[in-house]
């Protein structure tokens, strides 16, 4: 697998401390679970967590989640394919963000 130099840059900023990565999924069917969610990525390397976002309220799920590998570089694994379907939908992956790097000040 050839990596361009952004790439890799992208990779070591979502990297945590400890070399994991936290990506954010979207466009979750509201039947995906987080075992079902950690089913399919693990396909690319060990899943440290799999969690899909559920209303507090209703237990619904928000439609979105987070994974987590313990390797960055299944993380970029996963970045690389276009396309990704679980439970019958199409969804989105990117780096999760964390929320204090989107405050502008």
Do not use: C, W
């Not at 995906?32 to 507090?56: C, I, M, W």
Request: charged letters at 20%.
């Amino acid at each position: 697998m050839a990596t361009s130099r952004s790439d890799s840059i992208d990779v070591v900023s979502a990297a945590n401390g400890n070399g994991s990565a936290k990506l954010f999924i979207g466009g979750l069917s509201y039947d995906t679970t987080d075992a079902s969610l950690t089913r399919y990525f693990e396909s690319y390397g060990n899943v440290a967590s799999a969690v899909v976002l559920r209303d507090p309220s209703t237990l619904r799920s928000r439609g979105f989640g987070f994974v987590t590998f313990i390797d960055a570089n299944s993380a970029s694994d996963v970045l690389e394919v276009q396309m990704h379907t679980i439970d019958g939908r199409k969804v989105e992956a990117k780096f999760a963000v964390p929320r204090y790097r989107n405050i502008q000040k």
